[in-house]
């Protein structure tokens, strides 16, 4: 299986640069990284306003619906999302 | 000499008239074209907002086929997504299905909208026991055009968000983001009367790329200052609008940004690819866009406090 062997032959180069990229990289100082000094990652907590997100409730009162009337008298809205 | 916007509202408006009932309609918000195609007896007609941004009728974006049928029952399929109000989102073998009803009509769907899983085209059926079949409909009522809108955005294409944009007299174009009372309305209000300014929305902005940059497109859904253009700007400035004792401006890193863009977007929150391809597309607006925290006044010099910091 001659081909096989030889895929599995530049597979090894492909990690074998990869590795001594990352060797590079690992061995730079800190201080002359360009991106400057190491953050953790936070959490940041945002809040959602799902009756609005979902666009379930009215948005105007002027919307519309069946029967030729408005979506208040589809839904009784009673939130305006505008 | 550049003309307001304002004075430009005071010319003659289009009218339903001039945007009259049809068997085929279609209209372009945000570059994607709608469609509709009325069958059988069904005549439609569009909300008097959307005669701005009508196109020449043909094929669009998302191809929809409007009839009327005889009653409607609640899908059986599996359900998606309970929006809490008037909608609700069923899975389909080849795609989705939005079943509309209200407690106030009993339990029985008075819309149902079918569409292919790309968005690209569907069918929407009107129950002839609540509609007036004599009259004339605009079937993409709220809450229906925008769903399919944030549907088919969610596919690669953009996010609509909760704002009001405008583009200054220099060509800049501002966002500002806000839920309910944050102050859209007030904030495009304020700009109205400037002269060579365009205030796109009042209340939904669509966000895009195009060429490489991020663009924000006005749309017929408008909040209470009423104003809806088909217009677009390139997006230079985001600010997150709060009411204020002072206009102030706090800038914020991009993660940040883009969380915040988040809660003000319309997300499918049933699609966890919808809403990756959404913290995505949020993440480069923010990393592109300036982001900031505003906190305004609202009288005249909220506008030149943004004038000054985009001089």
Same mark, same amino acid.
């Given at each position: 299986?001659?081909?096989?062997?030889?895929?599995?032959?530049? $597979?090894?180069?492909?990690?074998?640069?990869?590795?001594?990229?990352?060797?590079?990289?690992?061995?730079?100082?800190?201080?002359?990284?360009?991106?400057?000094?190491?953050?953790?990652?936070?959490?940041?907590?945002?809040?959602?306003?799902?009756?609005?997100?979902?666009?379930?409730?009215?948005?105007?009162?002027?919307?519309?619906?069946?029967?030729?009337?408005?979506?208040?008298?589809?839904?009784?809205?009673?939130?305006l999302?505008? | 000499?550049?003309?307001?916007?304002?004075?430009?509202?005071?010319?003659p408006?289009?009218?339903?008239?001039?945007?009259?009932?049809?068997?085929?309609?279609?209209?372009?918000?945000?570059?994607?074209t709608?469609?509709?195609?009325?069958?059988?007896?069904?005549?439609l007609?569009?909300?008097?907002?959307?005669?701005?941004?009508?196109?020449?009728?043909?094929?669009?974006?998302i191809?929809?086929?409007v009839?009327?049928?005889?009653?409607?029952?609640? #899908?059986?399929?599996?359900? &998606?997504?309970?929006?809490?109000?008037?909608?609700?989102?069923?899975?389909?073998?080849?795609?989705?299905?939005?079943?509309?009803?209200?407690? &106030?009509?009993?339990?029985?769907?008075?819309?149902?909208?079918?569409?292919?899983?790309?968005?690209?085209?569907?069918?929407?059926?009107?129950?002839?026991?609540?509609?007036?079949?004599?009259?004339?409909? $605009?079937?993409?009522? $709220?809450?229906?055009?925008?769903?399919?809108?944030?549907?088919?955005?969610?596919?690669?294409?953009?996010?609509?968000?909760?704002?009001?944009?405008?583009?200054?007299?220099?060509?800049?174009?501002?966002?500002?983001?806000?839920?309910?009372?944050?102050?859209?309305?007030?904030?495009?209000?304020?700009?109205?009367?400037?002269?060579?300014?365009?205030?796109?929305s009042?209340?939904?902005?669509?966000?895009r790329?195009?060429?490489?940059?991020?663009?924000?497109?006005?749309?017929?859904?408008?909040?209470?200052?009423?104003?809806?253009?088909?217009?677009?700007?390139?997006?230079?400035?985001?600010?997150? &609008?709060?009411?204020?004792?002072?206009?102030?401006?706090?800038?914020?890193?991009?993660?940040?940004?883009?969380?915040?863009?988040?809660?003000?977007?319309?997300?499918?929150?049933?699609?966890?690819?919808?809403?990756?391809?959404?913290?995505?597309?949020?993440?480069?607006?923010?990393?592109?866009?300036?982001?900031?925290?505003?906190?305004?006044? #609202?009288?005249?010099?909220?506008?030149?406090?943004?004038?000054?910091?985009?001089?």
């Amino acid at each position: 299986m001659p081909q096989r062997r030889m895929q599995l032959a530049r $597979y090894d180069v492909w990690i074998t640069e990869k590795k001594t990229m990352k060797e590079e990289q690992d061995i730079q100082p800190l201080d002359q990284d360009p991106k400057g000094a190491y953050e953790p990652p936070k959490v940041i907590r945002v809040s959602l306003r799902p009756e609005e997100a979902v666009l379930g409730h009215c948005k105007v009162t002027g919307a519309g619906g069946p029967v030729g009337g408005s979506c208040v008298s589809v839904m009784a809205c009673k939130t305006l999302g505008s | 000499m550049q003309e307001s916007q304002k004075t430009f509202k005071q010319r003659p408006e289009l009218t339903p008239e001039s945007f009259p009932s049809a068997t085929h309609l279609s209209y372009q918000i945000g570059g994607i074209t709608f469609a509709l195609h009325a069958e059988g007896d069904l005549l439609l007609s569009p909300e008097r907002e959307l005669a701005a941004f009508a196109v020449r009728p043909g094929s669009g974006d998302i191809d929809l086929q409007v009839s009327w049928a005889d009653s409607l029952k609640v #899908p059986s399929s599996t359900l &998606l997504f309970h929006s809490g109000g008037l909608w609700s989102l069923f899975a389909e073998p080849n795609g989705y299905r939005f079943s509309f009803l209200s407690p &106030l009509l009993g339990m029985t769907p008075y819309k149902e909208a079918w569409l292919d899983s790309e968005f690209r085209s569907g069918r929407v059926l009107l129950s002839r026991r609540f509609f007036d079949t004599e009259r004339p409909v $605009y079937p993409l009522e $709220y809450p229906l055009d925008e769903l399919l809108m944030i549907h088919r955005l969610s596919r690669g294409e953009g996010v609509e968000v909760h704002a009001v944009g405008i583009s200054d007299e220099n060509g800049r174009g501002h966002l500002f983001l806000g839920h309910s009372g944050a102050g859209k309305s007030t904030t495009a209000r304020l700009w109205l009367d400037r002269p060579g300014v365009r205030i796109l929305s009042d209340d939904r902005i669509i966000l895009r790329l195009r060429d490489g940059q991020v663009w924000m497109y006005g749309t017929p859904w408008h909040g209470d200052a009423g104003i809806a253009s088909p217009d677009s700007a390139a997006l230079t400035g985001i600010y997150l &609008l709060e009411h204020g004792n002072s206009n102030e401006q706090f800038p914020l890193p991009p993660g940040r940004a883009a969380a915040e863009l988040f809660t003000r977007s319309f997300v499918t929150h049933h699609s966890g690819e919808g809403i990756r391809f959404t913290l995505e597309f949020l993440d480069r607006v923010a990393r592109e866009v300036p982001c900031s925290i505003f906190k305004f006044v #609202p009288d005249e010099s909220a506008v030149e406090a943004i004038c000054r910091a985009g001089a």
